[in-house]
């Protein structure tokens, strides 16, 4: 079965979130991102929680490649971080604001991963984060238990401990192959928006 959805859940660890950014290459996780934008854009639809770190490199790797950033991605933001949200939200035509429930950053973190998890999905990638990728993981798995899980060790942060949890610990940098062979994704595949 061709996999048509793919959730990223991804960022750069920061001090004072846990011990995440001892091990993690801000690097690397960038590399790591932005091969697999480059494997899938266009040949996958990408669905991901908005970060500051990430969705930036969303946005210049679509066009890089000339993708449609407004069909090939959907990008969900809740509403309780709407003063941090990147400029290049504007640029997506298909992102879902979610509304935060009484300034509770927990209650609207849930709320928004509901929300976002709620499509079919036939993979996930985990890179780099903090708690946020622990706690994707766990949602994930709940609603998609046939899915493929990836999580890229090399770049460190809470996908690191993912890896090793799952089995998948490794040092592959070879981000590019190591998207096609796990993901199903043809480098010959158009870039067409399967979706």
């Known amino acids: 079965m061709m996999i048509r959805r793919i959730f990223l859940s991804a960022s750069v660890p920061v001090v004072g979130r846990g011990n995440f950014h001892e091990n993690a290459d801000p690097f690397l996780i960038q590399f790591a991102v932005r091969e697999l934008l480059t494997v ?73 991963r509901t929300e976002m998890l709620s499509f079919d999905f036939d993979a996930a990638v985990f890179i780099g984060g903090m708690e946020g990728v622990l706690d994707e993981y766990q949602m994930f798995t709940k609603m998609h238990p046939g899915a493929t899980v990836l999580a890229v060790p090399s770049p460190g942060g809470a996908a690191q401990q993912l890896a090793v949890q799952l089995g998948q610990s490794n040092d592959r940098v070879d981000f590019a192959r190591l998207f096609y062979e796990k993901l199903g994704v043809s480098a010959i595949e158009s870039r067409d928006l399967v979706g």
């Open 40 to 112: 899938c854009l266009g040949r996958r639809m990408l669905v991901w929680g908005g970060h500051p770190a990430i969705t930036p490199m969303v946005w210049a790797v679509c066009a890089d490649l000339n993708v449609s950033y407004a069909t090939a991605v959907t990008l969900f933001q809740s509403r309780l971080f709407e003063d941090m949200f990147p400029a290049e939200n504007q640029f997506f035509a298909n992102c879902v604001f979610v509304d935060a429930i009484d300034k509770d950053r927990i209650k609207s973190l849930e709320r928004m």
